[in-house]
């Protein structure tokens, strides 16, 4: 753990990952509460999905777009100004009072997802430059894994739970008021400037797709990130029902999320020692055939028992494929285009993601969840010898 904390010497990274934290955490305090909201004021299971798919569009239409944005401009500013973004957009949710203004939700979450789309590159772009491409970006990785583990593990329960308490504006606020610290956490970095770049969005997204194209390590797991994630969405979409029908009611899926939240605090270290020491090929492999080996026992198991230590080891390797993977690109893209590339695997997340959450489901009404879950985890140990052929970076960047 010593050496996953060497990236918190670095000032400006200590503020980065502070203001990550606080609005992350802001997010999943909502991630129940609002569709909860949604459902209560109209009754529609159709028009909670629909604000759960709003979110989805900003990163679909507009990821690689961002992208150029965020390599063409002061990426400490483009983050500052998406938190404020973000605040603005959560708070139109305080003006939704009764079915009449249901729009006004849509309409807010389009816009915060907007925000997101232009903060997450922009935030991974700017990691490398300030704590450089050696063991100290391992571990940076490590801890933002870290403390998304904490806000899935603490964040919507505690949501549901004080949306009980304290009622859904209440968390509203609190949201806007994590985005406006994480906008302050901001403005304390130190300036970077960039010179603005004055070219066609369209040429510079061009040359970002085309660095894909030619760097075999950033294009190989551009592909594995999706098919994973596209099997991920799909064992997610099924989890709930699969929970309630076979290990006990909504309680134990709580438990069963609970262990997920669990292995990705555990998986945070551990990624961040192997990502240093092992071939990146091998490493994401392993972690792509351990998840799948777990989801497999999970949709196997019949009680919570079996259920929880096969939900901490999906956690636990989950948490390693996304740290390696996002420490690969980050070392292996210069930083001129990184936000772009970055952009592009944020889009790529999103469209599996989509795609997995409508696919897994489909396929359980035709089959069985059982055979469903199977299937994903069949696709996932594609990805995973797809993944054992990736070019090793650690050699070269690990100093």
């Known amino acids: 753990m010593g050496r996953v904390l060497t990236a918190l010497r670095v000032g400006d990274f200590r503020l980065l990952w502070a203001a990550r934290t606080v609005s992350v955490f802001g997010t999943w305090l909502l991630v129940v509460a609002v569709p909860a909201h949604v459902f209560r004021l109209t009754g529609s299971l159709m028009a909670t999905g629909v604000a759960l798919a709003a979110e989805f569009l900003p990163p679909v239409l507009l990821g690689p777009v961002a992208g150029v944005l965020v390599d063409r401009w002061d990426r400490r500013r483009v983050m500052l100004a998406a938190d404020v973004l973000r605040a603005a957009a959560v708070a139109l949710l305080l003006l939704a009072r009764d079915p009449g203004d249901l729009w006004l939700v849509y309409v807010a979450l389009v816009i915060e997802s907007t925000g997101t789309v232009v903060f997450r590159p922009a935030a991974q772009a700017h990691t490398p430059v300030v704590v450089g491409t050696g063991t100290a970006l391992s571990g940076a ?105 076979t290990l006990g009611g909504s309680a134990a899926v709580g438990l069963v999320l609970s262990g997920l939240g669990v292995g990705f605090l555990l998986g945070a270290p551990l990624s961040r020692s192997l990502v240093d020491r092992l071939p990146t090929g091998p490493l994401l492999a392993g972690a792509l055939v351990a998840t ?77 969840p059982r055979t469903a879950a199977h299937v994903a985890c069949a696709v996932t140990l594609i990805a995973a010898v797809y993944a054992r052929s990736t070019p090793s970076v650690h050699q070269s960047f690990a100093r």
């Open 292 to 368: 799948s080996a777990g989801s497999v026992l999970l949709f196997s198991s019949g009680e919570l028992t079996y259920a929880l230590p096969t939900a901490v080891l999906i956690g636990l390797s989950g948490s390693a494929v996304l740290t390696v993977t996002q420490t690969a690109v980050q070392r292996v893209t210069p930083t001129e285009v990184l936000g772009r590339v970055s952009a592009v695997l944020f889009t790529g997340e999103a469209v599996a993601t989509f795609v997995g959450a409508l696919t897994g489901p489909a396929l359980a009404e035709i089959t069985s």
């Open 141 to 245: 990785n490590a801890l933002n894994s870290l403390s998304d583990g904490v806000a899935r593990l603490v964040g919507a329960p505690l949501g549901g739970a004080l949306m009980i308490l304290v009622g859904f504006h209440a968390l509203v606020l609190a949201d806007v008021v994590s985005y406006l610290v994480s906008a302050g956490l901001i403005a304390l970095m130190s300036k970077r400037p960039r010179g603005n770049k004055t070219g066609g969005v369209g040429r510079e997204l061009a040359e970002g797709l085309a660095f894909l194209r030619s760097e075999r390590t950033a294009s190989s797991l551009l592909v594995v990130s999706t098919v994973f994630l596209t099997a991920n969405a799909s064992l997610s979409a099924l989890l709930v029902p699969f929970g309630i029908t």
